[in-house]
């Protein structure tokens, strides 16, 4: 009976769902088919197996069930405050039980004195422990259930769906309407060989106990068939990827290392590059030499140096008659990548042009002609760059600068700027502990500045509180004395911007105050200013026409000015942790003694504590990107959870590391083996796989 197709019926066609809920589970859920729906997977489950004494209730209970008697009930409370007070009893003690709403109904189900099991998570008040709105259970009715009962699955809904009466009990209703069809086959993904030498449940049986576990053991397999699954057919799609973009894309080759490298090399390059530096220009070398589309990700701590290394391979580019371009995300900061790159370049008889949505129509006109008839060698910009007009003669290289949201996708979208696919390489600062690169930037190759260039000195962290602000100014007048300047920065978030300008504005007046004009200048920045009044300000701090530069985070991104020696971070206790790790990067960039001056209210909560102790105690950012993980999970770091590669169903990169890593291997391995996944044992991977890259607009590119 059972049918192969029957998984891919509309939802439709389940008993239970008309058209008002199967709208409710496209639009809400992006249920779609049978397999959408039971791979809806629940988030929680409770544990029905259990039944507490109220004497046991303690403040670490969670959802519980108790099992008893009311006996007595009464209405309290005027209008809004209105609510029904029960007491309920078992052998060891009472608890009250409150409703707020759908009193009548209530009352009369509280009125009969029988036996209940009562469901749902109890707290205190006034003393008394209490459970709002509790599920009421007839302990007859759920012996006789036939959804069984031990461990409840908790599915996230939404108020909307509620409304359609879909909430997480319809869900779970729904599911098992399914569960229980003959026609059900859920198809294997997996070979034996993998199911047996990892000890993994099937597909079908971890389906079934993912939703209605038989046993606490069945779920926690459950769970980790499901982990596995997900990771590893993530790993195989990503180094399917890769693999076909090495064989089927063809790249430029660059071949040549002529003229323009070695003029730079020889007479422009104003100091020694480190050894991580000449190593990862001779791993990209190797790259863009060998015919194939070089996909490389280039990690680096802040100040490491990644853009002069950038520039080394956009020389490789020219000799090899090809145009680079490269992008940032702001453009304050396109714009000194321009003025150092042009700076570096003066003499070079090269024609580098910056371009972003302010670009004036006339200026714009003249460059975009300099792209097309290739006089134009760099374009640098914001992501006006891979606009549809912007047309390149022969793009070669395509820089990305600090960039976490650029995923297959958008990086397929900068190869249709050619018939053959420039070279990419994607800049990073934000040091990614080694199995998330893996997982997020599994189909890049990846190469990593480990080392800061020579003469660097530490920089000294110090955390300081508001008793100690005339220290601070006492040291900032000390250091812009000896000619050295200084950022001060302070937070800024969406929820509480306009809080945040005030205490911005505020902290201008204050600094005016203890750094008198004319002595002293100090600039202010914030992202309400028009950008052109940003621009001169951060100018003339470039310039050192101000010591003092005041902002919000709008300096975070990686703005360079080396004789800026004191980053002071006020709030500090209100920054992540990666975020502290970029702003003191801004500083210790010149050969002078810096520092980094962490400013924090007296009580700190618990975490906050953690970050300031982990910023004072180290600089070494990937100990900050791992203690950063700690304490927040992945899906906080910066700009990951927009790039949409961090949406697992189950499993947490972070925690399941070892998974990650294993599968990893694995995807390797098999297609090391069977590249084509065409051997018989291999053919339900090869089908899973082409149904998940079925969607991506990335594969019509490329097959
Ligand atoms: P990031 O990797 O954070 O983007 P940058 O490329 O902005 O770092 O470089 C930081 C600073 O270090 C710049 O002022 C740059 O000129 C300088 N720099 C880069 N490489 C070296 C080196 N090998 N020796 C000395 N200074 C260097
Ligand atoms: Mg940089």
Not at 41 to 54: A, E, G, Q, W
Not at 221 to 243: C, S, V
Not at 309 to 331: G, H, R
Not at 380 to 406: P, S, Y
């Amino acid at each position: 009976m059972a049918n192969v197709d029957f998984i891919n019926t509309p939802i439709e066609y389940l008993k239970g769902v008309g058209p008002q809920k199967a709208d409710i589970l496209h639009k809400e859920f992006n249920v779609y088919t049978f397999r959408d729906l039971l791979f809806y997977l629940p988030y929680r489950h409770v544990d029905k197996s259990k039944i507490y004494r109220i004497c046991d209730i303690n403040s670490d209970s969670a959802y519980i069930q108790i099992k008893g008697r009311i006996i007595s009930h009464e209405v309290v409370g005027q209008q809004r405050g209105k609510r029904l007070v029960a007491k309920f009893a078992d052998d060891t003690g009472v608890i009250e039980l409150v409703w707020f709403n759908s009193l009548r109904w209530v009352e009369d189900l509280v009125s009969q004195r029988r036996e209940f099991i009562v469901f749902g998570k109890p707290t205190q008040f006034n003393n008394r422990w209490n459970i709002t709105h509790p599920e009421m259970i007839d302990p007859q009715a759920q012996t006789n259930s036939p959804i069984p009962l031990s461990f409840q699955p908790l599915y996230n809904t939404s108020d909307k769906a509620k409304k359609k009466g879909l909430d997480s009990k319809a869900i779970s209703k729904l599911i098992y309407t399914l569960l229980s069809q003959p026609q059900l086959s859920i198809p294997e993904t997996l070979p034996d060989s993998i199911i047996n030498s990892v000890r993994l449940i099937s597909l079908k049986d971890a389906i079934y106990n993912i939703h209605y576990p038989s046993s606490g053991e069945l779920l926690t397999r459950a769970i980790l068939r499901l982990k596995f699954d997900e990771l590893f057919f993530t790993q195989l799609k990503m180094l399917k990827i890769k693999l076909i973009t090495s064989q089927k894309i063809k790249g430029y080759r660059f071949d040549k290392v002529g003229d323009y490298f070695n003029t730079f090399y020889k007479e422009h390059l104003p100091f020694e590059l480190t050894g991580a530096q000449k190593r990862v220009i001779k791993e990209i070398r190797a790259d863009v030499g060998s015919g194939r589309q070089m996909n490389r990700l280039l990690q680096g701590d802040v100040g490491s140096g990644k853009t002069i290394t950038a520039l080394l391979v956009m020389l490789i580019a020219k000799d090899n008659d090809y145009q680079s371009c490269l992008m940032a995300p702001t453009e304050i900061l396109a714009t000194q990548h321009y003025e150092n790159i042009s700076r570096l370049l003066a003499g070079m008889n090269m024609r580098v042009e910056f371009l972003s949505g302010s670009t004036k129509t006339a200026k714009r006109k003249e460059i975009l002609e300099g792209l097309q008839n290739g006089d134009v060698d760099i374009l640098i910009g914001t992501h006006a760059l891979i606009e549809d007009n912007v047309i390149f003669n022969k793009l070669g290289l395509v820089v990305i600068d600090e960039q976490h949201r650029f995923g297959v996708e958008q990086r397929a979208k900068l190869w249709r700027k050619s018939s053959t696919a420039p070279h990419v390489l994607v800049m990073t600062a934000t040091p990614i502990p080694r199995t998330l690169a893996m997982t997020l930037y599994g189909d890049l190759d990846l190469s990593i500045i480990n080392e800061l260039p020579k003469g660097r000195k530490p920089i000294i962290t110090r955390h300081l509180t508001e008793r100690n602000r005339l220290q601070l100014i006492g040291f900032m007048r000390r250091e812009i004395a000896a000619g050295r300047q200084i950022f001060v920065v302070y937070p800024l978030i969406e929820e509480s911007e306009k809080m945040d300008l005030q205490n911005l504005m505020h902290g201008y007046e204050m600094f005016l105050h203890d750094f008198p004009r004319p002595q002293y200048q100090v600039s202010v920045v914030h992202g309400r200013m028009k950008s052109e009044d940003k621009d001169a300000e951060m100018q003339r701090f470039i310039r050192n026409d101000t010591q003092i530069l005041l902002s919000t985070t709008v300096i975070e991104v990686g703005i360079d000015v080396p004789n800026a020696t004191v980053m002071v971070i006020e709030n500090s206790e209100r920054f992540g942790l990666s975020q502290l790790h970029q702003l003191r990067g801004r500083v210790g960039r010149g050969g002078e003694q810096s520092y980094c001056i962490l400013m924090s209210g007296d009580k700190l909560s618990n975490d906050s504590k953690l970050r300031i102790e982990a910023m004072v105690r180290t600089t070494d950012g990937f100990e900050i990107a791992n203690t950063d993980l700690k304490l927040r999970g992945p899906g906080d770091i910066q700009g990951l959870r927009q790039s949409g590669m961090m949406d697992f169903k189950i499993a947490d990169i972070v925690k399941d590391e070892k998974i990650v890593a294993y599968t990893r291997q694995l995807a390797k391995r098999v297609l090391e083996e069977d590249p084509n996944l065409s051997l018989p044992q291999n053919r339900p991977m090869a089908a899973h796989l082409a149904e998940m890259l079925k969607g991506e607009k990335f594969w019509g590119l490329i097959s």
